[in-house]
């Protein structure tokens, strides 16, 4: 038996670029490692390249898209995977966990089946096992009332329901990676504390390792360890979770930060310039550089790229001198 280092990472992204089938690059650059029991969050504007990272992952990156780089799953390449160990990872190491629950169930079965046929295929769980299993599942994601839960479809229960059904689903592989993409988009703003907390608990009970893709920096910074802030396909910063609300050294992440509505808050509410862009938009120069109100002619000619080694990364030719000039982001 080979001993693992438990410091080793259980997922690394490495130098992952990805090239779509039509000629145009989604991702950059890509690299960051996630250790059991640790959160990663992946957080930037719409079209950044934060679904299709999680796509990578699983290497479900749409037909015809050319990558380099790699990506390793406890020591193991994914895209040297055969089709069958593929299948195994996606059973047993790896669960996602979707961003809309309504549009990931199937309307005509009952949570019991969903949640029964999950735990039969991935646990080999004897199928008249499989119901007092399930009811116990469902009051682990705080779901007190499982075994009436489980005889019901989809549409009797709410979207905060629905979405617990689908963590339950997820934790029922006994994976060791969660991958979520914008999980609690869908949901009403308490609801989305509440699903977020039970996943949050799941997560640090069960010691697995998480990626969440998500809009909200102010929610990335309180359940992850390590926040990554993606631009144009690329990764502008990654940092402690810790630093980066009085830290942020990439233009991007600040503004960010001063974008978004805080109560109590001293100084003006200010939004982004402009438009976010894709990878395949950005020139040669820094991606974000068009939007950047401390952009110089480098910055439009040469790519900044992360300083390597470090906890706190920023890819800005300016971080240095910016850091020193510039005021807290934060209230
Ligand atoms: N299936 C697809 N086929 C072709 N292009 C795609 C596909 N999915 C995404 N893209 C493109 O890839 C780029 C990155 O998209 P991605 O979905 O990763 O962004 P995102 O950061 O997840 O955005 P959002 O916050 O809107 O979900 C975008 O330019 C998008 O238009
Ligand atoms: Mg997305």
């Known amino acids: 038996m080979t001993t693992r280092d438990v410091d080793a990472p259980l997922l690394e992204v490495k130098a992952l670029r990805a090239e779509l089938a039509d000629g145009r690059t989604v991702l950059h650059d890509v690299s960051y490692a ?65 961003q809309d629950p309504r549009a990931s169930a199937n309307p005509v079965r009952t949570v019991g089946d969903f949640l029964t046929e999950a735990l039969v295929r991935a646990r080999g769980t004897r199928r008249r096992d499989a119901d007092t299993v399930a009811a116990r599942l469902l009051v682990d994601v705080g779901i007190p009332d499982g075994e009436r839960r489980l005889a019901q479809y989809p549409h009797e229960l709410s979207g905060g329901l629905l979405q617990r059904v689908m963590i339950a689903a997820a934790l029922a592989m006994e994976p060791r990676l969660l991958l979520a993409d914008e999980p609690t988009t869908a949901l009403d703003v308490t609801t989305q504390q509440e699903v977020m907390a039970i996943l949050d608990e799941q997560r640090r009970d069960k010691h697995l390792a998480m990626v969440l893709v998500t809009h909200d920096l102010d929610l990335a910074v309180a359940v992850t360890d390590t926040v990554a802030v993606m631009y144009a396909g ?93 005021p807290e982001a934060t209230p």
């Open 34 to 98: 996630v250790r059991p029991g640790q959160a990663l969050g992946l957080v930037g504007e719409s079209g950044s390249g934060k679904s299709m990272s999680l796509k990578a992952v699983l290497a479900t990156l749409p037909d015809g898209t050319r990558t380099t780089g790699d990506i390793t799953f406890d020591t193991r390449s994914v895209s040297a995977m055969s089709r069958r160990e593929l299948r195994a990872y996606r059973a047993h190491d790896v669960a996602l966990i979707p």
């Open 234 to 326: 690329t990764i502008v910063e990654i940092a402690p979770s810790t630093e980066l609300h009085t830290a942020s050294r990439h233009p991007y992440t600040m503004g960010l930060l001063r974008s978004r509505p805080v109560i109590g808050r001293r100084d003006r509410l200010t939004s982004l310039p402009g438009r976010p862009i894709s990878a395949f938009e950005a020139g040669e120069g820094c991606g974000f550089a068009a939007r950047c109100s401390y952009a110089q002619d480098r910055c439009r000619t040469t790519r900044p790229v992360l300083q390597a080694g470090g906890t706190h990364q920023v890819a800005c030719h300016r971080a240095d001198e910016l850091a020193i000039t510039l």
